[in-house]
């Protein structure tokens, strides 16, 4: 059958925070203009973010909570989606699939080009998609980490505008994949360079409504409108070029400066303000934009394989010993809501499972009680000579996460845990604890669009997978639960599914939820009209416009 404005299946329009604007704040799919506003051409936008990242190695940095803002405006993807979960049509204007999932077939708009004048053609997607299931790790490309690459079997070109996808098993994830925000489409020539080469943003070239003028490295990024573009996604309803002239994307490490300068005119967004000045920011009449996505919540990821989270008694009581209200109530708005899964309650999939980490001291102490923990002279428990200490490193893409990290420590300390904390800026972060295989604890989130897609993030059943939980293939029925979600063959199925891996991840405490997240939070200088915000949460600039 032929597919066309998809729609994911569930109460997916629960994604949406708020409906429209109203009193300078709300969390919809686009920013509103005054009433009768006519777009005005022409402007330049200047964006406040936190940091720029280490790399621009597209596969490696396209699902950065900073550089895929860039990526997002520079790029197309094959399919959209929007803030509601709705999945629409755009580099592919259509698209088939078999009875049984494995094989998709993909029709391409025509006319499409790269910034540099070359086809977005067939051969060009098969490139794209090629590298996003493989990557090549060899040479430090990562493939994009949540591609159902698990089951892929290979991409081939029918004619010009067709592209036919295989799998070896069912693969009802592939399509909502395409709109993630790890799968942009670069030209071939990119792709083909070498990472070092790939690192250099003005060599990767897009066929997005925006293209590099100049980067100053660890310090800004221009874009500028290209003029000939005309190929947006039908969903927002923008034909033609973009309005806006230039965007510039300015690292200011410090959330008051960035703030400050959006009060102050000097620049028309910033980027993840601190939650605690949303509603004196609202007061003075700016637009406050807190979208949420669909993905996972906020919480920590325990490494089985590191004490004291060998013990499956420690892991629980952390989940028991955090008082997720007091987090909420002291460091949130009303934006932010507590988790009741380890997914986001508006993943179609989700379900509530909050009562199997309920805040519970008293259980969390009995946990710990009758696996030999216990307490000393100094309140800190001990077993067989060891403390019952670890560290945490609060997460530099999520905005509040010290404060959280901090609230915690206070909350396991008085169980009689010792918690540490170290904190670093984005590049040490990715440095020190990205992949680092004896951190504790990771504090993590991450957006998908179909939950499908996690068993490559929980398990190591695949060369590539991440392996949340340092559990490798040793968990049975976790990889079970992984492949059996994985290789669904319909969603009422796979639903069934995702409930069981939700119960188990939990029951095994693998993850402590901590709250549903908002990580991309906008400021928004009164002028600024016709933002959108995808199902993933990144602002795109194609129809926005300032208004004098």
């Given at each position: 059958?032929?597919?066309?404005?998809?729609?994911?299946?569930?109460?997916?329009?629960?994604?949406?925070?708020?409906?429209?604007?109203?009193?300078?704040?709300?969390?919809?799919?686009?920013?509103?203009?005054?009433?009768?506003?006519?777009?005005?051409?022409?402007?330049?936008?200047?964006?406040?973010?936190?940091?720029?990242?280490?790399?621009?190695?597209?596969?490696?940095?396209?699902?950065?909570?900073?550089?895929?803002?860039?990526?997002?405006?520079?790029?197309?993807?094959?399919?959209?989606?929007?803030?509601?979960?709705?999945?629409?049509?755009?580099?592919?204007?259509?698209?088939?699939?078999?009875?049984?999932?494995?094989?998709?077939?993909?029709?391409?708009?025509?006319?499409?080009?790269?910034?540099?004048?070359?086809?977005?053609?067939?051969?060009?997607?098969?490139?794209?998609?090629?590298?996003?299931?493989?990557?090549?790790?060899?040479?430090?490309?990562?493939?994009?980490?949540?591609?159902?690459?698990?089951?892929?079997?290979?991409?081939?070109?029918?004619?010009?505008?067709?592209?036919?996808?295989?799998?070896?098993?069912?693969?009802?994830?592939?399509?909502?994949?395409?709109?993630?925000?790890?799968?942009?489409?670069?030209?071939?020539?990119?792709?083909?360079?070498?990472?070092?080469?790939?690192?250099?943003?003005?060599?990767?070239?897009?066929?997005?409504?925006?293209?590099?003028?100049?980067?100053?490295?660890?310090?800004?990024?221009?874009?500028?409108?290209?003029?000939?573009?005309?190929?947006?996604?039908?969903?927002?309803?923008?034909?033609?070029?973009?309005?806006?002239?230039?965007?510039?994307?300015?690292?200011?490490?410090?959330?008051?400066?960035?703030?400050?300068?959006?009060?102050?005119?000097?620049?028309?967004?910033?980027?993840?303000?601190?939650?605690?000045?949303?509603?004196?920011?609202?007061e003075e009449g700016l637009t406050v934009e807190t979208p949420r996505y669909l993905g996972f919540v906020n919480g920590y990821a325990l490494n089985t394989t590191v004490a004291p989270f060998d013990d499956i008694a420690v892991r629980r009581a952390v989940q028991h010993g955090i008082d997720r209200d007091e987090i909420l109530s002291t460091v949130y708005?009303?934006?932010?809501?507590?988790?009741?899964?380890?997914?986001?309650?508006?993943?179609?999939?989700?379900?509530?499972?909050?009562?199997?980490?309920?805040?519970?001291?008293?259980?969390?102490?009995?946990?710990?009680?009758?696996?030999?923990?216990?307490?000393?002279?100094?309140?800190?428990?001990?077993?067989?000579?060891?403390?019952?200490?670890?560290?945490?490193?609060?997460?530099?893409?999520?905005?509040?996460?010290?404060?959280?990290?901090?609230?915690?420590?206070?909350?396991?300390?008085?169980?009689?845990?010792?918690?540490?904390?170290?904190?670093?800026?984005?590049?040490?972060?990715?440095?020190?604890?990205?992949?680092?295989?004896?951190?504790?604890?990771?504090?993590?989130?991450?957006?998908?669009?179909?939950?499908?897609?996690?068993?490559?993030?929980?398990?190591?059943?695949?060369?590539?997978?991440?392996?949340?939980?340092?559990?490798?293939?040793?968990?049975?029925?976790?990889?079970?639960?992984?492949?059996?979600?994985?290789?669904?063959?319909?969603?009422?199925?796979?639903?069934?599914?995702?409930?069981?891996?939700?119960?188990?991840?939990?029951?095994?405490?693998?993850?402590?939820?901590?709250?549903?997240?908002?990580?991309?939070?906008?400021?928004?200088?009164?002028?600024?009209?016709?933002?959108?915000?995808?199902?993933?949460?990144?602002?795109?600039?194609?129809?926005?416009?300032?208004?004098?």
């Amino acid at each position: 059958m032929t597919i066309r404005f998809r729609r994911l299946i569930g109460a997916a329009s629960a994604l949406t925070v708020g409906a429209v604007l109203l009193s300078g704040c709300g969390a919809g799919a686009t920013s509103a203009p005054a009433v009768d506003a006519v777009p005005q051409p022409g402007g330049d936008l200047v964006f406040l973010i936190d940091s720029l990242g280490a790399t621009w190695i597209p596969n490696n940095s396209s699902i950065s909570s900073y550089q895929g803002h860039i990526w997002g405006n520079v790029t197309d993807k094959l399919v959209y989606v929007d803030a509601e979960g709705n999945l629409s049509p755009w580099i592919a204007e259509s698209w088939d699939e078999n009875a049984d999932k494995t094989e998709f077939t993909l029709h391409l708009t025509e006319g499409v080009t790269f910034s540099d004048g070359s086809a977005l053609d067939a051969a060009a997607v098969v490139a794209n998609i090629e590298i996003w299931a493989k990557g090549r790790p060899d040479e430090g490309i990562n493939r994009i980490g949540l591609f159902p690459s698990a089951n892929y079997v290979g991409a081939e070109v029918v004619d010009a505008t067709t592209v036919k996808v295989s799998f070896s098993a069912p693969t009802l994830s592939f399509i909502p994949t395409l709109a993630y925000h790890g799968s942009i489409l670069l030209s071939p020539e990119t792709l083909a360079l070498p990472a070092e080469q790939q690192a250099d943003l003005t060599q990767d070239i897009g066929s997005g409504p925006f293209v590099v003028e100049k980067v100053a490295e660890g310090d800004s990024v221009v874009l500028k409108k290209r003029d000939d573009y005309d190929w947006g996604p039908e969903a927002v309803g923008h034909e033609g070029a973009a309005y806006l002239d230039t965007i510039t994307y300015k690292q200011v490490a410090e959330p008051s400066l960035r703030t400050a300068s959006v009060e102050s005119g000097q620049a028309q967004v910033a980027y993840n303000a601190s939650p605690q000045d949303l509603e004196a920011l609202k007061e003075e009449g700016l637009t406050v934009e807190t979208p949420r996505y669909l993905g996972f919540v906020n919480g920590y990821a325990l490494n089985t394989t590191v004490a004291p989270f060998d013990d499956i008694a420690v892991r629980r009581a952390v989940q028991h010993g955090i008082d997720r209200d007091e987090i909420l109530s002291t460091v949130y708005t009303e934006d932010w809501h507590a988790a009741e899964s380890f997914i986001q309650s508006t993943v179609p999939e989700a379900t509530d499972h909050s009562a199997e980490f309920a805040y519970d001291p008293e259980q969390a102490a009995s946990l710990l009680d009758e696996a030999g923990w216990t307490p000393g002279a100094d309140g800190v428990r001990t077993k067989d000579g060891e403390k019952l200490s670890f560290t945490l490193y609060p997460n530099p893409y999520l905005q509040a996460s010290q404060a959280v990290d901090e609230l915690v420590d206070q909350q396991l300390t008085a169980l009689g845990f010792e918690v540490n904390l170290e904190t670093y800026d984005v590049p040490t972060y990715g440095q020190k604890v990205i992949g680092n295989a004896a951190i504790p604890a990771t504090e993590i989130t991450r957006s998908f669009v179909d939950v499908g897609t996690v068993a490559g993030v929980l398990t190591a059943q695949k060369k590539g997978d991440e392996d949340w939980f340092k559990v490798g293939t040793s968990d049975a029925t976790l990889n079970d639960l992984s492949t059996r979600i994985a290789t669904a063959t319909d969603r009422d199925s796979r639903a069934q599914v995702a409930d069981e891996l939700q119960g188990y991840v939990l029951d095994q405490g693998y993850f402590v939820p901590l709250t549903q997240i908002v990580q991309r939070v906008y400021v928004q200088a009164p002028e600024v009209s016709g933002v959108s915000y995808n199902g993933l949460a990144y602002a795109y600039y194609l129809d926005a416009w300032l208004n004098d």
